[in-house]
């Protein structure tokens, strides 16, 4: 059974960081796609950040030069590092996963999804 978990999540000041993770099992995820989104309330979930099986990553306008994503492929594990964050980055934080490894921004390219991590920003 494939499962992904998302942890870090919390409450932070407008400036400050934070690192979500992502644990993986059931399957190996070397070759995936791995995604960041994001649901704000009263808003749709939308995407952050994605990368893929060579390392290369994709980030939305909103979040570049302040959000970085990194995988371990050995841990199966997969990371979100925050930085700077605004008011407007507080949102559920989902980690995604395409096992076919050609995901890029559209939530339908997912097959698989964590349960979310909240994240609050107070300004």
């Known amino acids: 059974q494939v499962q992904l978990v998302e942890s870090g999540g919390g409450k932070v000041q407008a400036g400050g960081s934070l690192r979500l993770s992502c644990a993986a099992s059931?399957?190996?995820?070397?070759?995936?796609?791995m995604g960041w989104f994001r649901q704000a309330p009263g808003k749709e979930r939308e995407f952050v950040s994605r990368?893929?099986?060579?390392?290369?990553?994709e980030y939305d306008d909103s979040v570049k030069g302040r959000f970085t994503i990194s995988r371990d492929k050995v841990k199966n594990m997969v990371y979100l590092e925050m930085n700077s964050l605004k008011p407007e980055d507080t949102a559920v934080y989902y980690c995604?996963?395409?096992?076919?490894?050609?995901?890029?921004?559209?939530?339908?390219?997912?097959?698989?999804w964590g349960q979310g991590t909240q994240v609050t920003v107070s300004s």
């Open positions: 995604a996963a395409d096992p076919y490894g050609l995901a890029t921004r559209g939530l339908d390219e997912y097959d698989y």
């Open positions: 990368i893929r099986w060579d390392n290369s990553a």
């Open positions: 059931g399957r190996t995820f070397n070759s995936a796609a």
